[in-house]
């Protein structure tokens, strides 16, 4: 994937926040804190506030796992996939993930989800009601901080295989 220079920004902003993550509590934070090789003005060209910089990481990984996807799931061995690959991704930024969990802002992760599927269902399913994306973005969500506080001990395969067989009963 190419970046814009605003894109490259935002990126080193992202890491530096979560390498003082690493460090430092959340809410210790400040804007000012977070050296990226961008000063305070830059930073607020880019993000409003610390919350932003989050929703930029999640919507970012988001287009990346996006343009990995070929196909479009029709079938239920479809589904697997999919929920494979989102499972191995998450995998992938389960340290990031800790530190988000360990802040107690995986509420911004379950909003950021809330917000994506229902606006997936709108444009792909405008059939139907409105309660199906947030039932996906749930069981979603809950999956992974679960499979995230047990260490990402299971597969990827065996929890989209679960979560999979829970709304299509093989």
Known sequence: MDYTPEEYSN?????????LM???????????DIKAGVGRVTFYRHFK?????ILFYFEHNRKSFQLE?????RTREDY?????????LFRENAPTLKLLRRARLEYIYLDYLNKHFAQKFKEDHPESDGYA????A???????????????????E????AMVNAIYPA
């Not at 990126?11 to 390498?19: D, E, S, V």
């Open 11 to 19: 990126y080193y902003i992202t890491q530096a926040l979560f390498k």
């Open 22 to 32: 690493q460090e430092y509590e959340y809410e210790k934070i400040s804007v000012t």
């Open 49 to 53: 506030n610390k919350e932003d910089v």
């Open 69 to 73: 996807q070929h196909f479009f799931a």
């Open 80 to 88: 697997v996939l999919v929920v494979t690959s989102v499972f191995r």
């Open 133 to 136: 994306p947030y039932l996906y």
């Open 138 to 156: 749930g069981m979603l969500f809950n999956v992974s901080m679960a499979w995230l506080d047990n260490d990402c001990r299971e597969s990827p």
């Open 158 to 161: 065996q929890l989209a295989l």
